[in-house]
């Protein structure tokens, strides 16, 4: 069972199969197909959360160059972006040490399509497997040595000359789901 002691989450969403999540942030609006058939646990939490506002107004926490840019940290959401940028806590902790408060099954090994490509959308954790609740990147490049770690649970088809530009204390705005 690992360091957690509280059982996996299951989002309640139902998946359609044609989710588009449309990430619209302070440098332009990236739009992702959502993989629900390779990643239906990942696709549902994200598509939840995003339903519910939890991204609104939060900030990328993390930048690799050449690597990934992340977000969905809640204790990103009373800082203001420049202290997001310079890595200080904020009112509600650490930045990147935050979550929605469960978390949900990895599926990395069992989606056909767990391929970190540029601009894929993924969920970042920490070392227990079924440690992701909130927090997701966007690849910078295509970065294949997550395929064996990391679920990918969606694929960009819009905005992928934004990604590129994000840096850690940029706004997410908010993320909606539409249907394609």
Do not use: W
Request: charge should be negative; proline fraction near 8%.
């Amino acid at each position: 069972m690992g360091f957690f002691a509280d059982p996996l989450y299951s989002p309640k969403y139902e998946i359609v199969g044609d989710e588009i999540a449309v990430i619209d942030t302070g440098k332009g609006v990236i739009r992702v197909k959502l993989d629900g058939a390779g990643a239906p646990v990942h696709v549902a939490n994200f598509c939840e959360l995003a339903e519910s506002g939890f991204y609104d107004e939060l900030k990328f926490h993390r930048y690799v160059p050449g690597f990934v840019i992340q977000g969905g940290c809640p204790n990103t959401r009373d800082m203001t972006p420049e202290e997001v940028a310079s890595g200080m806590p904020g009112p509600s902790g650490l930045p990147g040490t935050g979550g929605p408060g469960y978390r949900i099954v990895h599926e990395y090994d069992s989606n056909p399509r767990n391929s970190h490509v540029d601009c894929a959308l993924a969920m970042a954790r920490s070392n227990d497997p079924d440690s992701a609740g909130s927090q997701f990147y966007l690849c910078l490049g295509p970065q294949h040595g997550l395929d064996s770690g990391y679920t990918v649970f969606g694929n960009t088809i819009e905005g992928q000359e934004v990604i590129p530009e994000l840096r850690a204390g940029d706004v997410i705005n908010s993320i909606r789901i539409e249907h394609a």
